[in-house]
């Protein structure tokens, strides 16, 4: 995930989430992510005026025991249509890759926790079966994530040997209850070094809201406008 000798992400601090990643030599880069628990008492959490000052394109991603936000990058497009037809609740690309075919593209998804996946090793060892069966001869590499707060566990994983697309990185994440999912998926090398820290600011964005949905979507339904 690392572009030359050095890369490094600022801090970035949110109402309810913190992230931080900083690279230095891919090999021996280590990230940190942090995820302040969230109590969704009251209604200073979901005041007007925080929302308004991020002046962004927010986009809510909820299932029955999760829920959070990330934002489209700028100059990017949230293309659902195409998202829903394998699977995804989003699907962000370049607004000037528009008209490419094979387009380079990044999602994140939350997946509530069942018997077949009861933690992060087993929701990994079944994703890292589908990749052998598509990409026999895939390689990655694992990046050390440091956890904290919401989040039990992390680990982030680069693919690359793939047969249709140059690289694709992936961070795992756990919360008590559910699998949280950010994919950056590169057609292309110069795809990938210059979107690597688009794929960076996106993960920043990510604001987990808890582990009720009922709150927040409740508060969407009043404001209807803020969430498009």
């Not at 891919?26 to 109590?39: D, E, V």
């Not at 590169?186 to 210059?194: I, M, N």
């Amino acid at each position: 995930m690392c572009c030359g000798n050095t890369r490094n992400v600022m801090r970035n601090s949110l109402a309810t989430s913190e992230l931080q990643i900083d690279c230095k030599k891919y090999r021996t880069m280590k990230a940190t992510l942090t995820i302040a628990s969230i109590l969704i008492l009251g209604t200073s959490l979901f005041g007007q005026s925080p929302l308004k000052k991020q002046a962004v394109d927010l986009n809510v991603v909820y299932g029955d025991k999760h829920i959070f936000t990330i934002e489209t990058p700028e100059g990017w497009f949230n293309d659902k249509a195409s998202g829903q037809t394998i699977g995804l609740v989003n699907f962000f690309y370049a607004k000037a890759d528009s008209s490419v075919t094979e387009k380079s593209y990044i999602y994140a998804m939350g997946y509530d926790k069942d018997k077949l996946n009861s933690n992060l090793e087993e929701f990994i060892k079944g994703d890292l079966d589908t990749y052998r069966k598509k990409y026999p001869d895939y390689k990655y590499e694992i990046v050390k994530i440091e956890l904290s707060g919401g989040v039990k566990n992390g680990k982030l994983y680069s693919f690359s040997n793939l047969k249709d697309r140059y690289k694709e990185e992936v961070l795992y994440a756990e919360t008590e209850s559910t699998i949280i999912v950010f994919s950056f998926s590169a057609q292309t090398e110069t795809d990938y070094k210059k979107y690597q820290s688009v794929f960076d600011k996106f993960i920043q964005s990510f604001n987990y809201r808890g582990d009720n949905p009922k709150p927040f979507i409740d508060y969407m339904s009043k404001n209807k406008q803020m969430f498009k």
